[in-house]
């Protein structure tokens, strides 16, 4: 017992770099070795989520996102902007950008050219639109500004176009339109929305914040002011998730892009969400962030999948299959890229339903996060065992 | 004549403002706002970042020039202002051109540092000062672990309900104490304001 004391009591004084150095320990080690964890999507997530999807194809609705923030709060507020534009440019929704700090700016550049990279066709002033940095004077002016005419509010995109001769503002006028604003912060998120926009307009607004300030945004997200919240890190792992599992899904013979149907209709792939789909077990083979190389299909499945890719890989994709307990397995890591078509290899790489770096590093920092959060627990549980070890003793002395 | 001057005009703007939310005639909707408010505040804008910029450059400079304790660091301010600023006017701020750059390479990861110290702070706070100290203490540290296992992963495998209880957290006596704040902030802004429209507070005009 009266070693257990000395114990509790050596590590009361215990030099805080000890404590640094296992808190660096506990982020880098599952930073550089991710495992295979299930964030739990939350109602407020989820919110956000549903009202960006229910834009999905529609010339007549866009999202805005605000980037009021610099740099310093971007490992917890970048990857979540990655994850809606990522679920923008999958399901065909129109997207602005602006910011009202120089700082921001850049980071909007850096965010678009990041998801742009895997979705060659989507393109400026069609399918998005940067009004880039708009200085914070002007913060009034544009919010108001926008529920009459954006276009006229905004004059300009960041490229220096006149707004109203962009093709994406064929259908959008104002807020009428672009009924959804997410506005990104490291503090006060949101407030002015709030005050002019949804009170004025009727605008739909929800805001991405660090986790440290969620706690001060639970007042308006009950009152319904915000439509939905994303919490830090944990907000952007789960949005990645949804869009891994409902925007980014296309079952084998789909294509990977929105086409028009016999009848006419604009037909976006991906699927709509669903509580349902989220308990099923096969989704955990949706939201793997190891490195997948396996694309798997039922018989009939990979059928259909062939008769969707060109005739010309036919005969490879034959010869590369395998059959392990009744269904067909492709390994793509098997395969080389130059023999097949472009579209063959993108569609084969979607069905691995492996998530490339960029789109799950809010899941694999989640994990650094799960490990340095049970680490602070210890820390707590330890630093008062021996408090209250060391108060018996003094007490008993 | 001193504090006449700004008075009225402090009276005379916040009466205007407040007329601007909640009278709905043309006069202060379009008139005032549209075309007189509008061009003002855009033409202004631009003078408020030199203002900013010309502030910055003098206080840097009266540094060096009076060898003020740390003096040296003013010249990172002038040498990071001119370089970014010649790379987005001459390279433009687009990616490829050096302005991004110094922005992914530089300001990026100095930024995302100096927040990210955060971590280690708190961890050693959290081992060093989070005690049980009083009954309230022990509520706060309870609730701060269990809204701390339900922010991840882990948290579920230990119990479905942890995230259930965090939520509730949350709802309930987080958000109760938040609105009360809240409502207590924006009953004290309205009365400043009042009294600052009225003229009887006076301080920010300088003396007494």
Redesign the interface.
């Known amino acids: 017992m009266a070693e257990k004391k000395s114990f509790f009591v050596w590590m009361q004084s215990l030099d805080r770099r000890w404590i640094y150095l296992v808190v660096a320990l506990a982020i880098i080690i599952p930073l550089l070795i991710p495992y295979n964890s299930d964030n739990v999507t939350t109602p407020p997530t989820e919110n956000v989520y549903q009202m960006v999807d229910s834009f999905a194809g529609r010339e007549d609705r866009a999202v805005l996102l605000s980037f009021y923030h610099d740099a310093s709060v971007m490992p917890e507020l970048y990857p979540m902007q990655i994850a809606i534009i990522r679920h923008c440019f999958e399901r065909n929704i129109k997207v602005f950008f602006l910011s009202f700090l120089p700082t921001g700016a850049p980071i909007i550049d850096m965010a678009i050219n990041t998801v742009k990279e895997e979705y060659p066709n989507i393109k400026s002033g069609v399918d998005y639109c940067n009004f880039g940095y708009i200085p914070a004077a002007l913060i009034v002016p544009t919010v108001i500004g926008m529920g009459d005419n954006i276009a006229t509010a905004v004059p300009t995109d960041a490229e220096g176009r006149k707004t109203e001769n962009l093709p994406i503002m064929k259908g959008i006028t104002n807020y009428n339109e672009m009924n959804l604003v997410i506005e990104f912060s490291g503090s006060t998120a949101g407030a002015y929305w709030l005050i002019y926009a949804r009170p004025k307009f009727g605008t739909n607004i929800a805001v991405g914040v660090t986790a440290v300030m969620a706690a001060d945004e639970y007042p308006y997200l009950q009152t319904g002011q915000y439509i939905g919240l994303l919490c830090g890190l944990k907000g952007a792992a789960e949005y990645e998730k949804l869009v891994d599992v409902f925007a980014a899904y296309r079952t084998p013979g789909e294509p990977l892009q929105p086409y028009i149907d016999e009848n006419g209709n604009k037909i976006v792939p991906g699927r709509a969400f669903s509580k349902d789909i989220l308990k099923q077990p096969e989704i955990k083979d949706l939201i793997k962030i190891t490195t997948q190389t396996e694309a798997k299909f039922t018989p009939e499945e990979f059928e259909l999948f062939l008769k969707s890719c060109p005739e010309k890989d036919q005969p490879l994709l034959q010869l590369a299959k395998q059959t392990v307990e009744g269904n067909i397995i492709i390994d793509v890591s098997k395969l080389d890229q130059d023999q097949l078509s472009p579209i063959t290899w993108d569609t084969l790489n979607r069905l691995t339903r492996n998530t490339q770096y960029k789109f799950k590093v809010a899941r694999v920092g989640m994990n650094a996060q799960s490990v340095a959060h049970i680490i602070m627990i210890i820390f707590i549980i330890l630093g008062n065992i021996g408090y209250f070890l060391q108060k018996a003793q003094t007490t008993k002395k | 004549m001193k504090k006449t001057v700004p008075l009225l005009i402090v009276i005379i703007g916040g009466v205007i403002w407040l007329a601007w939310v909640f009278v709905p005639h043309r006069i202060i909707q379009d008139v005032f706002y549209y075309d007189f ?2 061009p003002w ?2 033409a ?3 003078f ?2 030199l203002l900013g910029v010309i502030s910055l450059s003098m206080m840097h400079y009266g540094k060096i020039k009076r060898r003020v304790p740390k003096w040296q660091y003013s010249f990172f301010f002038f040498a990071g202002f001119i370089v970014t600023s010649l790379a987005g006017f001459i390279g433009g ?3 490829g051109g050096l ?2 750059w110094i ?2 390479n530089m ?2 990861p ?3 540092t ?3 110290l ?3 702070y ?3 706070a ?3 000062a ?3 100290r009083s009954p309230e203490a022990t509520v706060l ?1 309870v609730a ?2 269990i809204v ?2 339900a ?6 495998k230990i119990s479905k309900y942890i ?1 259930d209880i965090s ?1 509730w957290i ?2 309930v006596p ?2 109760a104490s ?2 009360g704040i ?1 409502l207590g902030v924006g009953l004290g802004s309205v009365a400043t304001a009042l009294k600052i429209m009225l003229g009887i507070e006076r301080s920010y005009l300088g003396g007494d």
């Open positions: 408010y509008l505040a855009r202004m804008a631009p408020a970042m701020t687009q990616k302005y991004m922005f992914e300001q990026m100095m930024s995302a100096m927040f990210s955060l971590a280690f708190m961890a050693s959290a081992y060093k989070f005690r049980a540290l701060a672990i701390m296992l922010q991840v992963p882990f948290g579920v995230p939520q949350l709802d987080n958000l938040k609105r809240l």
